[in-house]
């Protein structure tokens, strides 16, 4: 295992390397005798990048941090450059959240992917007020303000979010800037975009684009037309959210491969896959050696750290489960990309687990008693935190055996250890609590077990 100093160094070195040997005409192996242990260091020693979407609300999680710190090189804003975030009001710019993020990734040598710029969804109102001529300078100000306030500090910035309609007619979709705008909307951006920060590469992104199909082709389509003409764009984002309803397409190199073909790099950018064991492994393996396949394929980027904090948390899709453990997904990424697994885990380093599960106990007309039982995983934890949330107007009157703390709402309870955190590989403890029903007899949900 590296130390991350060296691992940083060697990030920073390899793509150099890498390329001064490609001048040469010559061809790299491995790189280097020992293969890298993180998933940043792995994909550099391949010339790539390995990104995560960010949440600034986590950056005070210290697992959260730890893990993003030693697996990623490159990040995100999940939400914080939106334009929602960023100009809630016209011409009042808020850019404190997504700092904290950029702040973070320069400090640590980390690449900055902006998200997004001109984007039907998470925009405010009065940007669909605006008259067509308002509206044209409010995008134009919009980009020239958020480009100019992080200008060098963006490697590649998503400049037209999601412009295109799903399934199989290939049109644009209904926005202000398309219905007010027309087609051009998309070019103008562009340009604008170019001239704001003319160091950014400048991508378009979407979603369903991932393989051959009426809408990705509607946007091959545009960007072959825009190299065609002149008009700046250096790379085509695929966002590369997969479920078992929309698994990874069989011709997704292929897809990624006619994109490069045209003269634009292609990214990676918002990847998570649905599932668990040994098939979402596979998934998540079979896209990164697409990706590696391609050579215009910079980088990936995955929706987020840890499924706990996944837009779509229910389907578990990320590296690492919500204990900050390496999933089998984690470990067929890292293997595709030609590194090895260190062992251990660096937001969680002991490899400490436990699992909660909730009972029902004694029940009367008008109340119920639960029981949470933690169990400690296959090594011993020294502390557990639960979450248990009743439906309102149903309220938790008592507990016992636990630490409780509470949301703004009252109806989320943080449960931690009173005198009980530490256990046994294996061991159990229970705390317990009291629910008045109010008139509703629903079943508590216990969130996941985080142990330490
Ligand atoms: O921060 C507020 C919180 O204060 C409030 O209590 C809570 C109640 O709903 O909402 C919180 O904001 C949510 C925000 O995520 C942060 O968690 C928004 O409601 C929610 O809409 C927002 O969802 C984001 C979604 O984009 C919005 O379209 C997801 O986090 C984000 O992962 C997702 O990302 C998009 C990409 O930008 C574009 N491609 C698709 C991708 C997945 O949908």
Request: charged share 15%; hydrophobic share 35%; proline share 4%.
């Amino acid at each position: 295992m590296h130390t991350s100093a060296s691992s940083r160094a060697r990030r920073a070195l390899v793509p150099v390397l890498t390329g001064l040997l490609a001048v040469a005409g010559l061809t790299t192996a491995s790189g280097t005798a020992e293969a890298a242990s993180t998933l940043a260091g792995a994909a550099a020693e391949k010339g790539r990048y390995f990104g995560t979407a960010v949440a600034a609300g986590h950056l005070g999680e210290a697992p959260y941090v730890s893990t993003l710190n030693a697996e990623f090189d490159s990040v995100t804003p999940e939400n914080e450059m939106k334009w929602d975030a960023v100009e809630p009001s016209r011409g009042s710019f808020n850019f404190a959240n997504a700092d904290r993020i950029v702040s973070h990734a320069q400090s640590r040598g980390m690449k900055v992917r902006g998200h997004t710029l001109v984007w039907h969804s998470q925009l405010p109102s009065w940007v669909g007020n605006l008259s067509a001529g308002d509206l044209r300078t409010a995008m134009n100000n919009h980009i020239n303000q958020v480009m100019g306030h992080w200008k060098g500090k963006i490697h590649s910035w998503d400049v037209v979010n999601e412009a295109f309609q799903d399934g199989s007619s290939g049109a644009r979709r209904n926005s202000p800037f398309q219905d007010k705008l027309g087609n051009g909307f998309i070019e103008e951006a562009f340009r604008a975009a170019r001239a704001a920060d003319p160091a950014a590469k400048l991508c378009y992104n979407d979603y369903n684009t991932d393989g051959v199909n009426a809408k990705s082709n509607a946007v091959y389509n545009m960007v072959r037309d825009f190299k065609a003409r002149g008009v700046p764009i250096d790379c085509v984002g695929f966002q590369s959210h997969f479920n078992s309803a929309s698994p990874v397409p069989a011709d997704y190199q292929a897809n990624l491969q006619r994109f490069a073909d045209l003269g634009v790099d292609v990214q990676i950018t918002e990847l998570d896959i649905e599932g668990s064991g040994t098939s979402q492994a596979t998934s998540y393996a079979n896209v990164v050696k697409a990706c590696l396949a391609v050579t215009r394929c910079t980088g990936i980027t995955v929706w987020g750290i840890t499924d706990k904090y996944s837009w779509r948390a229910s389907g578990t899709p990320l590296l690492f489960d919500s204990n900050y453990n390496k999933k089998p997904a984690y470990t067929a990424v890292l293997n595709a990309l030609g590194g090895t697994s260190g062992g251990g885990n660096p937001g969680n380093p002991g490899g400490a687990t436990c699992t909660a599960t909730y009972s029902k106990q004694e029940e009367w007309s008008d109340r119920f008693n639960g029981r949470v039982t933690i169990t400690a995983g296959s090594a011993a934890i020294s502390g557990w935190t639960t979450t248990v949330t009743v439906t309102s107007p149903q309220k938790i009157v008592a507990t016992w055996n636990g630490s409780p703390t509470w949301d703004g709402s009252g109806n989320v309870m943080t449960m931690r250890p009173n005198g009980n955190g530490s256990l046994a590989a294996g061991a159990s403890t229970s705390f317990g609590f009291t629910v008045m029903k109010n008139g509703s007899s629903a079943a508590p949900v216990i969130g996941g077990c985080t142990a330490s």
